[in-house]
């Protein structure tokens, strides 16, 4: 099993920056990749970044420029730093885990005001 927590959401006006974390703990071994997603009312959920074992990064082209995954292996988190706001950036962001499976965290709200 692997818990998710992520923390550092909230109300930021556009241009502005947040950086949102994911505390990991439980069975951490093997995990594959780690993922940030999210979801505005009425969207479906969508891939935002990801960062493999290896280092390697994707993200949306969406976020391309502004947003970066990073993590650091000795606190088990992973963090989405997030620059040049925008209004439609405004979402519920969640963090997953791959191992075998894929696990959530309960996920942050992240408000962009126009």
């Known amino acids: 099993q692997v818990q998710l927590v992520e923390s550092g959401g909230g109300l930021v006006q556009a241009g502005g920056s947040l950086r949102l974390s994911c505390a990991a703990s439980?069975?951490?071994?093997?995990?594959?990749?780690m993922d940030w997603h999210r979801q505005a009312p009425g969207k479906q959920r969508e891939l935002v970044a990801r960062?493999?074992?290896?280092?390697?990064?994707n993200y949306a082209d969406s976020v391309k420029g502004r947003f970066t995954i990073s993590r650091d292996n000795a606190k088990n988190t992973v963090y989405l730093q997030m620059n040049s706001l925008k209004p439609e950036d405004t979402a519920v962001y969640y963090c997953?885990?791959?191992?075998?499976?894929?696990?959530w965290g309960q996920g942050t709200q992240v408000t962009v005001s126009s």
């Open positions: 960062i493999f074992s290896d280092g390697t990064t």
């Open positions: 997953a885990a791959s191992r075998f499976r894929v696990y």
């Open positions: 439980g069975s951490l071994f093997s995990i594959n990749t």
